[in-house]
């Protein structure tokens, strides 16, 4: 028998892939991540607004002391520095026996006749690291519209925090901690903040250090009762007992005692 013929294969072609430009994708990124900030061309639709852009009002104090609600997001940005916000951890990936690790969105589904509705939940935090923070929720069908909802909510959520040295452990009056003891509640959580001494750290669960550390709040001490893995009823429970710090009613004589601040630190040195 003659031995069979080799068959030539055709040498392929080498593909040639043409390098993806990573300056497009970090832009693309970049707009993504971006939080909405104010521009030239706010024009304000409330009447607090147009006095924020004129300059009738040129603290964000002046709103809180006379009340008014804040329902635009370009006056917190207008009126407060430094401002940084944060994603909370309130969700959670799939995992073997509920083991998936922790993540920024919260994922629900609805079963509908046209099949499964999916939505996703966003948290924010929103502060200065100098008295003044806030939360805010957002929802949608998509990740980022929650993630800018939520963003944009914190800062019309936006409160002020009463902060001092209440501790007898250290003779420090710096307010880097809280006058007195205080307990906020939502659902079946219970958190209870309690003063510590300078140096001491934040001694709370991680989510709940992201918003204190952002209210400008830097040693504390914390017990928890309840449900505390639903994560949504522990941060709206921490948020009532930071707006207890406030209604609660301070003789003068202690305020010096505890060396309670209201607001801004940079604000009354800028003062003095």
Known sequence: ??????????????????PVEEKKNEEVSKEIEEVPRLHADWKPITSLGRRVKDGEITSIDQIFDSGLPILEPQIVDTLVSHLE??????GQAKGKFGGGQRRIFRQ???KTKEGNKIKFTTVAVVG???????????????TVPSRDKARRSARLGLIRVRRGSGTWESASREPTSIPFAVMGRCGSVRIT????????????????????AL?????IWSKTQGQTKT?????????????????????????????????SLRNRAMGE
């Open 1 to 18: 028998m003659a031995p069979p013929k080799k068959i030539k294969r055709a040498e392929e072609e080498p593909v040639v892939v043409e």
């Open 85 to 90: 916000d944060d994603l909370l951890l309130v």
């Open 108 to 110: 629900t589904q609805k």
């Open 128 to 142: 200065n690291r100098d008295g003044y923070v806030g939360i805010g929720i957002g929802k949608s069908g998509e």
């Open 193 to 212: 903040l309690m003063p510590a001494p300078k140096g001491k750290g934040l001694c709370v669960e991680k989510e709940c250090a992201k918003i204190l």
């Open 215 to 219: 209210a400008g709040i830097k040693d």
């Open 231 to 263: 994560k949504l009823n522990l941060i709206y429970a921490l948020m009532d007992a930071l707006k207890k710090l406030s209604e609660v009613k301070i003789q003068p004589g202690d305020i010096p005692k505890l060396g309670i601040l209201e607001g």
